[in-house]
């Protein structure tokens, strides 16, 4: 239960402000369909975070544990500063070709390559060793964070400041780091 409260915890704190999360919030003004939005981004995630905590997991068996605790203790902290610097997101102004649905899946699954969130999900996969919990803490993350985008989005804006999210999920991030370096500095 640990490693999905976690991975749930990191990415949607972590998704706050994040490209994604734009990308959800413009879907969902561009379309107005937001349960087709949410479906989309339901599989993008659940397909790019099952291939990312598949990694993770695979690369946690084949690398000894205190060198992955040592990486996964940098790999956190420089996520945290990742997090720190404000996303935007560049949209193009031609009309979709795909419904709803079929254009948030490919551009939400494309959005998530090499994305923060996404080598977050292979880090707490290496550091949980479970596929299927990461899959399904990281994906409730992303769909919490995003949801709030396509169902609560203008309303959200003008109230939450988005620099003090960026920096709990830092803060986050930060203490997910400090953790991973004390397992490498203890050996265990």
């Known amino acids: 239960m640990e490693a999905i409260v976690s991975s749930f915890l990191l990415v949607a704190a ?3 402000g994040d490209k994604t999360q734009l990308l959800a919030f413009s879907l969902v003004t561009r379309f107005r369909k937001p349960w087709a939005v949410m ?12 291939l990312a905590s598949s990694v993770g ?4 068996t084949h690398v000894p544990h205190r060198v ?3 990486i996964l203790a940098v790999t956190f ?15 193009s102004e031609k009309p979709p070709r795909f419904g709803a649905f079929l254009t948030t899946v490919v551009l939400f699954f494309l959005a998530e390559m090499g994305d923060k969130t996404q080598l977050a999900t292979v880090a707490m996969a290496a550091r949980y060793q479970n ?6 803490g990281t994906t ?29 999920a830092a803060a986050l ?11 490498a500095i203890r050996g265990t």
Request: hydrophobic letters at 60%.
């Open 131 to 136: 596929v299927v919990q990461v899959t399904a």
């Open 77 to 91: 902290i420089g996520f945290g500063l990742w997090t720190l610097k404000p996303d935007t997101l560049e949209e």
């Open 14 to 16: 972590s998704e706050m």
């Open 173 to 183: 991030f930060f203490v997910f780091g400090a953790v991973s370096l004390w397992a």
């Open 57 to 60: 997991t695979w690369v946690s």
């Open 68 to 70: 992955m605790a040592a």
């Open 140 to 168: 409730l993350g992303m769909l919490f964070s995003d949801g709030l985008a396509v169902f609560l989005g203008e309303k959200l804006a003008s109230r939450v400041q988005m620099k003090w999210l960026r920096w709990i």
């Open 39 to 50: 479906a989309g981004i339901l599989v993008a995630t659940l397909a790019n975070h099952a």
